[in-house]
């Protein structure tokens, strides 16, 4: 079992930054992968970013790209989400999750462990 838990959400100007955590607990594998993921109110979760633990390798959403930056500390079982440039579409209630034998990024039904989440608000 895995149990995440997200910080660092909250209140931040357009253009300004933030950093999420998400500590995890139980084992993470090198072949797992964790995600970050937000859902603004009304509409469905969406993909943002992804990292394999092992390897490092990551993947972005389009509308993130150049603007967040994932990274992982291996030793801490800690996964981060740096997010510059905020914008109010941005705003949502974001996830991380973990994912063993991951076959597609983007799918929510593909990770197996979730956070409850922390609120960013990105203001205008």
């Known amino acids: 079992q895995v149990q995440l838990l997200e910080s660092g959400g909250g209140l931040a100007p357009a253009g300004g930054s933030l950093r999420l955590s998400c500590a995890a607990s139980?084992?993470?594998?090198?072949?797992?992968?964790m995600g970050w993921f937000r859902q603004a109110p009304g509409k469905e979760r969406e993909f943002v970013t992804g990292i394999t633990w092992g390897g490092g390798s990551t993947v972005y959403a389009s509308s993130v790209k150049g603007r967040f930056t994932i990274s992982r500390d291996n030793a801490k079982n800690t996964l981060y989400l740096q997010m510059n440039y905020l914008k109010p579409e941005d705003t949502a209630l974001y996830y991380c999750?973990?994912?063993?034998?991951?076959?597609?990024?983007?799918?929510?039904?593909?990770?197996?462990?979730w956070g409850q989440g922390t609120q960013v608000t990105v203001s205008s």
């Open positions: 999750a973990a994912s063993r034998l991951l076959s597609t990024w983007a799918s929510p039904s593909n990770y197996h462990y």
């Open positions: 139980g084992r993470i594998l090198s072949s797992d992968a």
